[in-house]
């Protein structure tokens, strides 16, 4: 059954996320290295293409960890114990979420997490559907920032929050641990986190993950442009912005941009943007963990690693952490 807001946000809800939008984009845009949040990558369209990037030849990530997920699910619900809610950070279209509600014996509630709405509310409901016995309770919200989780049926025994698609890797280790002790925090004494991220590979394997031969990266990279031209009257012309991903060795991460093709002036409202010939926006990070990385990342932010599970190739590790102190 499905008792969250199942419908698009209020009024009010969105002029604010509007206006939290704009602001974010001018702050990236006015910025001496111009840059933008890759959160905002996902609307309607951009939820779209990254489903069609998970489907790509070139793009491991999400085969890898969904044959994880098959292989131990089952291990994996053990570890989620009776009459848990399990908070779900991103959960797009909840694909791999299946792999453990389908083993789990008894969770009380399943929280959804995501900001782009429309397809939280449309994966939501087909999983209710699919599970009639859990309460499912779709929040969308930004998961980096304290939730208020919405109130269950019943009191749920503990909290284990599920963070698949090495969305980790979308932030700086700084914000990672910032995002991580929130989650210490919310799941409380006794609570977990099962963590999905990707590891570092060989260069050529990850260069072609983000340059796939279709152009699908190169459009959802684009996608942010043509998000920001709707929602905030933007004038973009988004064919004279070339996408371009490569992996950072020194700092083990990919970086997304958009390279403005000439020298050009942007209106964003009544804000104007010059923008050099070469110039670049940064969109994403897209950092690739080491395990002992992510111990370490998880430590400071008050969790211990109990368990990981990886493909044999090493392409991808799923990580079990307990809270520190929980029982
Ligand atoms: N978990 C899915 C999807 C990963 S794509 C998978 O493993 O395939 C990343 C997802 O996180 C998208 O659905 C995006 O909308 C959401 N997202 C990204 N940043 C977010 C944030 N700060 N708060 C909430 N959702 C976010
Ligand atoms: C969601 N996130 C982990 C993806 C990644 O690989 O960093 C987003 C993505 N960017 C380009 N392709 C996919």
Redesign the pocket.
Known sequence: MITGPARPLPLDTRKSANAQFRADVLRGLRAPAKRLPC?YF?DEAG?EL?ERI?ELDEYYL?RTELAIMERHGREMAGLLGRGCMLIE????SS??TRLLLGQARDIAAYVP????GE?LYRAAQALAEEYPNIEVLPLC????RRLALPGSRSRPARRVVYF??S?IGNFTPGRAVRLLRLTAELCGPGGGLLLGAELQKDLAVLDAAYNDRQGVTAAFNRNILVRINRELGADFDVGQFAHRAFYNAAAGRIEMHLVSQRKQQVHVGDAEILFAAGESIRTEYSYKYTSSDLRDLALAAGFEMEKVWMDERKYFGVYYFRVVGGE
Request: charged share 15%.
């Open positions: 959160k996902y939820s990254f998970t999400t950070y991103g959960s797009g694909t791999k997490v995501d900001l782009s397809h919200a930004d998961f980096a698949p698609g969305t």
